[in-house]
T-cell receptor
């Protein structure tokens, strides 16, 4: 079974440009999460999509946005790039939350990430 | 202030040594997860602990959830170079909230 895939592997942009990152979840998974892993800031939650809708977003400016397509793949868009946006962007997928509640013991499966460098 | 503080931040040891990594918080959690991230890859779930005082073993790795469910530890026995990576604790509150991480390097 194929895992979570992300493209591109590396992306180099300059300040002010826009970046688009893509993620394909594991077959059968309807939830997609985006995380940012920046040097010195650790791994931080960015966005959560489930069944095509944005369910939650982390403490990031509106420049960070995304969407989930009918086939459950997802896109992360970062507008007006700033130097501090340089980071590894990780996508993760899981099965639909449904009626699940705490304790949350299910597994999120991560892709290998897209390394975004802003010059 | 970080919700989950991990210590040590860095650990560099020789093959065969034992080590313990800690994950601490002032909050009580219903569950806690441990992940390992290797260079060029995303984090991979190692274990989920749910019950206070719970101990889980995964080969040479032993995970413990504190009695008060505020802290956890990961102990590795006879570390091997393949154990090298970034170890992250996390709480799963729909979204994952990760700890500050412990970067482990095991030299042959």
């Amino acid at each position: 079974e194929a895992g979570v895939t992300q493209s591109p592997t590396h992306l180099i942009k300059t300040r002010g440009q826009q970046a688009t990152l893509r993620c394909s979840p594991i077959s059968g998974h309807t939830s997609v999460y985006w995380y940012q892993q920046a040097l010195g800031l650790g791994l931080q939650f960015l966005l959560w999509y489930d069944e095509g809708e944005e369910r939650n977003r982390g403490n990031f400016p509106p420049r960070f946005s995304g969407r989930q397509f009918p086939n459950y793949s997802s896109e992360l868009n970062v507008n007006a790039l700033e130097l501090e946006d340089s980071a590894l962007y990780l996508c993760a997928s899981r099965t639909s939350v449904g009626l699940a509640g705490p304790p949350y013991t299910d597994t999120q499966y991560f892709g290998p990430g897209t390394r975004l460098t802003v010059l | 202030t970080q919700l989950l503080e991990q210590s040590p931040q860095f650990l560099s040891i020789q093959e065969g040594e034992n080590l313990t990594v800690y994950c601490n918080s002032s909050s009580v959690f219903s569950s806690l997860q441990w992940y390992r991230q290797e260079p060029g890859e995303g984090p991979v779930l190692l274990v989920t602990v749910v019950t206070g005082g719970e101990v889980k073993k995964l080969k040479r790795l032993t995970f413990q959830f504190g009695d008060a469910r505020k802290d956890s530890s990961l102990h590795i026995t006879a570390a091997q170079p393949g154990d090298t990576g970034l170890y992250l604790c996390a709480i799963n509150n729909d979204k994952l909230i990760f700890g500050t991480g412990t970067r482990l390097q095991v030299f042959p």
